[in-house]
C-alpha cells in the first residue's frame, strides 16, 4: 500500500523556521518525483515546491523562492521541505505528493496520484 506521512508542522512566530518531512512506506520515494503543496483556508491548493527523482532538479513558486529548500533524505526515502523566513501568509496545510518520476515534475496537484494527509504550518505572533 502506497503511504505518504508528512511531519515537521507546528507553530512559529513571524521570521522563523520549520523543517517538513515526508516518509514514505509501500514504495521507494526516490523512485518518485515529489511536489510539497499547501492550501491555506479559503484559497487554492498552491504548489509550493518540488524536486525530481534522477537528476534532483527542483523548482519553487515565486511564494517560497530564497526562502524554501527542497530536498531528499539520505536514505532515500524521504523528501524535506526546509522554510525560513517565515511569513504569516505561509499559513497552511502542507502536503507532499508523488508521481512516478519517469513523468517528470511539476506544481501542479492533479499531475500527482499519491499523496499524504497533510501537516499544519502556522506563523503568528
Known amino acids: 500500500q502506497v503511504q505518504l506521512v508528512e511531519s515537521g508542522g507546528g507553530t512559529v512566530q513571524p521570521g522563523g523556521s520549520l523543517r517538513l518531512s515526508c516518509a514514505a512506506s509501500?514504495?521507494?520515494?526516490?523512485?518518485?518525483?515529489i511536489g510539497w503543496f499547501r492550501r491555506a483556508p479559503g484559497k487554492e491548493r498552491e504548489g509550493i515546491s518540488c524536486?525530481?527523482?534522477?537528476?534532483?532538479?527542483?523548482q519553487y513558486a515565486e511564494s517560497g523562492k530564497g526562502r524554501f529548500t527542497i530536498s531528499r533524505g539520505n536514505d532515500k526515502n524521504t523528501v524535506y521541505l526546509q522554510m525560513n523566513s517565515l511569513k504569516p501568509e505561509d499559513t497552511a496545510v502542507y502536503y507532499c505528493?508523488?508521481?512516478?518520476?519517469?513523468?517528470?515534475?511539476?506544481?501542479?496537484?492533479?499531475?500527482?496520484?499519491?499523496w499524504g494527509q497533510g501537516t499544519q504550518v502556522t506563523v503568528s505572533s
Open positions: 509501500g514504495f521507494i520515494l526516490d523512485n518518485y518525483a
Open positions: 505528493a508523488a508521481r512516478d518520476g519517469f513523468l517528470g515534475m511539476g506544481l501542479t496537484g492533479r499531475d500527482y496520484p499519491y
Open positions: 524536486i525530481s527523482n534522477h537528476d534532483g532538479r527542483t
